[in-house]
């Protein structure tokens, strides 16, 4: 079945520096990719997303690149702050349903 | 505008009991999922819905019933609970009438079974 593979899973950076996350899918019909942020005991919630027919968002310090022929999408945040501490999630989704890979936890070091 | 909301927030049931867990939306959203969240897994999707009187089912359905009789409310029923079935339960909403877009997460409920 459909699968998105996430890595790495943990995640250790020191305040100030940048955070990559990567994912890949399987189903190259898939046509949009969110990311989510949850905090500890929280519910997910969006952070950026990218539909297949964009390459590359950029919100604030969080940017989001799609490389639809390598069906491979990652995470950029640059400036990490400890409140940016959480796990992230990246899922692809086509038509009705949403495939999530499995997390990264990401820890900011202050 | 509560959002998504949904009860109980933690719930204990023994091996074959039953229950239901509540999922409410006050966006007009018109598409609605659940989700469990195990360690190390992610979210996987157990079944959804695109309107009143259409679900389906996701990626890991066994064991658990839905319906969906009104806009507003989306219940999921696990008929015979197995300890398989511990984990936490997310419900979610979508405006558009796919999962292609934003979806906004319920509070959760952690289930045990013992």
């Known amino acids: 079945g459909e699968n998105v593979e996430q890595h790495p899973s943990t995640l250790s950076v020191q305040e100030g520096d940048s955070a990559v996350i990567k994912c890949t899918y399987s189903?190259?019909?898939?046509?949009?990719f969110p990311w989510y942020k949850q905090e500890l005991g929280k519910r997910p919630q969006l952070i950026i997303d990218?539909?297949?027919?964009?390459g590359e968002k950029k919100d604030q310090r969080i940017a989001v690149t799609l490389n639809k022929t390598a069906k491979h999408f990652s995470l950029h945040i640059t400036e990490t702050q400890p409140e940016d501490s959480a796990v992230y999630f990246c899922?692809?989704?086509?038509?009705?349903?949403?495939?999530f890979g499995a997390g990264t936890r990401l820890f900011v070091k202050a | 505008n509560a959002g998504v909301t949904q009860t109980p927030k933690f719930q204990v049931l023994k091996t074959g009991q039953s229950m239901t867990l509540q999922c409410a939306q006050d966006?007009?959203?018109?598409?609605m999922s659940w989700y469990r969240q195990d360690p190390g897994m992610g979210l996987r999707l157990i079944h959804y819905?695109?309107?009143?009187?259409?679900?389906d089912q996701g990626e890991v359905p066994n064991g658990y019933n839905v319906s969906r009789s009104t806009t507003e409310d989306f219940p999921l029923r696990l008929l015979s609970a197995a300890p398989s079935q511990t984990s936490v339960y997310f419900c979610?909403?979508?405006?558009?009438?796919?999962?292609?877009?934003?979806?906004?997460f319920g509070p959760g409920t952690r289930l045990t079974v013992l």
């Open positions: 979610a909403s979508s405006y558009l009438r796919t999962s292609e877009n934003e979806q906004f």
């Open positions: 189903d190259s019909a898939s046509n949009y």
């Open positions: 990218i539909r297949s027919n964009v």
């Open positions: 899922a692809a989704s086509k038509g009705f349903k949403t495939i």
């Open positions: 966006m007009n959203h018109e598409y």
């Open positions: 819905s695109v309107g009143a009187g259409i679900t």
